[in-house]
């Protein structure tokens, strides 16, 4: 049985989605990046992190590249080229992604356009 650590507003929903895909059981502990009730399974506090034999397993892609290898299904042979060339389009699509996640957040918690302006008149 896999138990998945994390709620579905983050990476946790391809985890989620994937054990759904894949027709799997699975129990879920909802909380949030660095919350008790992550913490008291997973000292890092990260989420997702999927437990399995007593084992606390980080990343989301790892994580359902490991249950799609682990259930022969939602992938290609390892070693084959098709293989290859579905792991360079994940792995393009999300860079492309999470640079773009990035700077969105970037600028609007960490650098808001009203800081900016501060600094600006600063000078």
């Given at each position: 049985?896999?138990?998945?650590?994390?709620?579905?507003?983050?990476r946790t929903l391809r985890v989620i989605w994937t054990l759904e895909e894949l027709g799997v059981s699975y129990d879920?502990?909802?909380?949030?990046?660095a919350s008790a009730e992550v913490k008291a399974l997973n000292p890092t506090g990260k989420v997702p992190a999927l437990i399995l034999e007593g084992e606390v397993l980080p990343d989301?892609?790892?994580?359902m590249t490991f249950l799609s290898d682990r259930h022969n299904a939602l992938?290609?042979?390892?070693?084959?080229?098709?293989?290859?060339r579905m792991d360079g389009h994940i792995q393009f699509?999300?860079?492309?992604?999470?640079?773009?996640?990035?700077?969105?957040?970037?600028?609007?918690?960490?650098?808001?356009v009203d800081h900016a302006r501060q600094r600006s008149n600063l000078c």
């Open positions: 049985m896999y138990t998945v650590l994390g709620s579905t507003k983050n879920q502990v909802v909380g949030d990046p989301s892609v790892a994580i992938t290609f042979p390892a070693g084959s080229v098709e293989r290859l699509l999300l860079e492309e992604f999470d640079s773009l996640l990035w700077v969105a957040a970037k600028n609007s918690f960490i650098n808001p």
